[in-house]
């Protein structure tokens, strides 16, 4: 079972390129988040969704969007990245989006904007 | 507006000796409560959780916790760490906003273990 897959691992773009960080899960699971891990700020969120077919907004989401037309991905894009948005991301999932669900972490996409 | 506080940012400590890692956390409601365990260079990953019930959890690989709401704490402990428990832990709530559940992480605590 593999979880949940993110690709790239890590990843050197160019400031003004557009840049899409793939999430894809086998749990079935219904929700799915994606964070931002920054060196003494912790993990913040960027986007959720409940379910395929919803997206929403977390505590960080401009200059990010994502999509969800399966259960199993969850796509982040930067349409046009920028230095801000050097950060290691991370996916996870939960089987629904409920107070008490455990969420589960993909590996991380280490992301370096020049 | 809810939020957790982690006070140390790291925590040195010899193998086999005790550790505990603080978390505070502020809210106006009831809570739930995580610890989660961040191996390097490896996504985060369940310790313990605190739903209801009795207030000392138990974890994985020997750790616990207790939730003690007067002084809004859920500090995380191990009698005898190893050097494999080197790693980012981090404390969160859950709180219910708008419709979806959402986790509030602290900003972590890096414990170091040496031989």
Redo the contacts between chains.
Sequence with gaps: IAG?TQAPTSQILAAGRRMTLRCTQDMRHN?MYWYRQDL??????IH?S?TAGTT?K?EVPDGYSVSRANTDDFPLTLASAVPSQTSVY?C?S?DS????????????TRLTVL | AQSVTQLDSQVPVFEEAPVELRCNYSSSVSVYLFWYVQYPNQGLQLLLKYLSGSTLVKGINGFEAEFNKSQTSFHLRKPSVHISDTAEYFCAVSVLSYNTDKLIFGTGTRLQVFP
């Design positions: 949940i929700a003494g700020l912790g993990l913040r969120l959720y409940n929403g977390g991370f996870a939960s989006s409920g107070r008490t669900d455990t969420q589960y972490f993909g590996p991380g």
